[in-house]
T-cell receptor
Framework: DQQVKQNSPSLSVQEGRISILNCDYT??????FLWYKKYPAEGPTFLIS?????DKNEDGRFTVFLNKSAKHLSLHIVPSQPGDSAVYFC?????????????FGTGTRLTVIP | GAVVSQHPSRVICKSGTSVKIECRSL??????MFWYRQFPKQSLMLMAT?????????EQGVEKDKFLINHASLTLSTLTVTSAHPEDSSFYIC????????????FGQGTRLTVV
């Protein structure tokens, strides 16, 4: 049962434009959300996170938005750069339950076209 | 950010042999380490959670006698794939939790295992 879903397997964006990656979750116990970037044959690299007490977190070109009522979060990258081309995973954690593990979505492959 | 080193990055072994993968946290103490497996075009699937000094907790469907996990110290966890078969071929990734940032996980580079 996939508790974290990324329904778009791929996304292509022109350099300089905005990239929007979406993620939905089903478990209402999730209270901490993270985005990771992954290149082939490498481990994921942490990008940005957001706690459920916030609805927005910004770090440079990356902004994560959280809509708790819709159980939806999104990652905005602006402006997009060719080096952003990678697979992006969203992940969720139910920290209040004391559980340690992260639940991952299936990933979205972003291609930024120069 | 915190650094997690995983070794080897790539290994090819014969069916029936065992392979050990190491995961080290280089600049922080990791009380908890996680082992994931990723099949092509699929998500990262948690295999097991290991806590330093205690037995690992395996996810449903993961054979603990086949995937031996040892978390001998606060900076080292190992995954041994025993009696490997071709269907064990996959990309294995470890991650570690940093006490200072308990809700984030830092990942190793991953290990591509090919069993022939």
């Amino acid at each position: 049962d996939q508790q974290v879903k990324q329904n778009s397997p791929s996304l292509s964006v022109q350099e300089g434009r905005i990239s929007i990656l979406n993620c939905d979750y089903t478990n209402s116990m999730f209270d901490y959300f993270l985005w990771y970037k992954k290149y082939p044959a490498e481990g994921p690299t942490f990008l940005i996170s957001i706690s459920s007490i916030k609805d927005k977190n910004e770090d440079g070109r990356f902004t994560v938005f959280l809509n708790k009522s819709a159980k939806h979060l999104s990652l905005h990258i602006v402006p997009s750069q060719p080096g952003d081309s990678a697979v992006y995973f969203c992940a969720a954690s139910a920290s209040r339950t004391g559980a340690n593990n992260l639940f991952f979505g299936t990933g979205t492959r972003l291609t930024v076209i120069p | 950010g915190a650094v997690v080193s995983q070794h080897p990055s790539r290994v090819i072994c014969k069916s029936g042999t065992s392979v050990k993968i190491e995961c080290r946290s280089l600049d922080f103490q990791a009380t908890t380490m996680f082992w994931y497996r990723q099949f092509p075009k699929q998500s990262l699937m948690l295999m097991a959670t290991s806590n330093e000094g205690s037995k690992a907790t395996y996810e449903q469907g993961v054979e603990k006698d086949k995937f031996l996990i040892n978390h001998a110290s606060l900076t080292l966890s190992t995954l041994t794939v025993t009696s490997a078969h071709p269907e064990d071929s996959s990309f294995y990734i470890c991650s570690a939790r940093n006490r200072r940032l308990p809700y984030e996980a830092f990942f190793g580079q991953g290990t591509r295992l090919t069993v022939v």
